[in-house]
């Protein structure tokens, strides 16, 4: 149930293939290379066997795949490699794919296999039990920093899980992050992240969102702003003014991202609302836009925002930024934010009551406090650099209702907070999403490279 008993929310089963994602852009498709590989003459799976047979019947599993998939999946090729100049010829007509899925048919492709790998293309190779042995190569590959991952399965549609993960980096690459900081985004890391990840991040001066808001249709931010008090629990400190400012940051800001192409957007408010250079915090404008499937982080926090795409696009939900604090009296950790969604479960989901107040470190603006669901569970997340994911799972146990913190609390029962305290790292942030999205975030660590830590 909620934190109050105001609202109850149906759960998303984590691995929906019907569900509308509207996380990923409509137009875009994932090209995925199919290829199959086995040595001409098999003595593996045994004497004779004929890879036609496999692959007859793989092609059969891939269609119904394709056309049972949420994701708007394209599988290309078919390419059949036996020697290293079959695997040269792939390399000529490889063409513009998001990854491979290669199939290891008979033992001794192994060389075959690394050629393949050695593309740069994220690669996922299925070994069906009493294929071959060359999936034992696959760990050192990846210690070594390939964009390789494995499937050693007999349940064809385990290949989704790898193809949704395919899915998540072509998006990402497909991503424009808008950062709103005096003196602009560092352009060495911009350049680390664009060469990493895919996504571009884009400096744009304050002054533009100014002068867009200042073009904002007053009646529009009216209605939006009567809108949220409409639905809200109750108001508490912000005038009905506050909230029209608000409402007009919120369609300056969804302008401003839709004229540069931008699914993310995050904004140094604290320093730019206390320098006066802000007409109103966006704290209503991003949990709106968390809501609708965009991304709006708070602080001008890159590795929050990275976070926040990485895993939202797994996930297809929203993620809530917190400032976590801890008390190893009870086990707990209590994240905070005046920053949160409302439909946690994704864009297409009730959302959770809410209260309309202020921003608690100045008591001015308008923010929410959002009454999330007791029971859930969670994963909290952060990247930190470029090369390591911090990960944790944690129960909702209490919406912490106190005078003191960010607005929106939940309080979180952990594995053990001690540990977490003593080895605490990556700043402060952490970003939480509904749902358990452990196993992803490490298999998409093989296909980009991090490191998975986990915390607690």
Known sequence: MECTEAVSALQNPKHNQTQHNIYKEEEMRTKIRKVYMGVPVPSWPKAGFDINIDIQNIEGVLADIQLKSELDVEFVGGDVVRVPSDVEELKKKIGDVDGILAFNLSSGVGTLFRGIVELGIPTILFSQPYSGHDWSVVAGMVKAGKKVDVLATSDYNEIFSRIKLIDVIRRLHETKV??????GVDPTYAAQVKEKFGVEILSVQ??????????????????????????????????????????RMYFAIKQLMEEEGARAITINCLGLFGQNALPAYPCLAFSKLNDEGWTGVCEADLASTLTQLMVGYIANKP??????????ATNTVIHAHCVAATKMDGPNNSPAPYIIRSHTEDNKGASLQVLMR??????????????????????ITACPDVDRGCRTKIATRVTDARKMLDNWSGELHRVIFYGDWIEDVINLGKLLNYKVVFEG
């Open 374 to 395: 007791v029971g859930q569970k969670i994963t909290v997340a952060k990247l930190v650099g470029l090369d390591t994911m911090l990960i944790s799972t944690a129960e």
């Open 178 to 183: 808008i950062y709103i900081r005096n003196g």
């Open 206 to 247: 304050h002054e533009r969102l100014l002068s867009i808001y200042d073009s904002v249709d007053q009646k529009a931010a009216e209605k939006e702003a009567d809108r949220w008090i409409d639905n809200a629990l109750k108001v508490v400190e912000p005038s009905r003014e506050e909230i029209v400012k608000s409402s």
């Open 319 to 328: 993620g809530f930024v917190s400032d976590p604090v801890i008390d190893t």
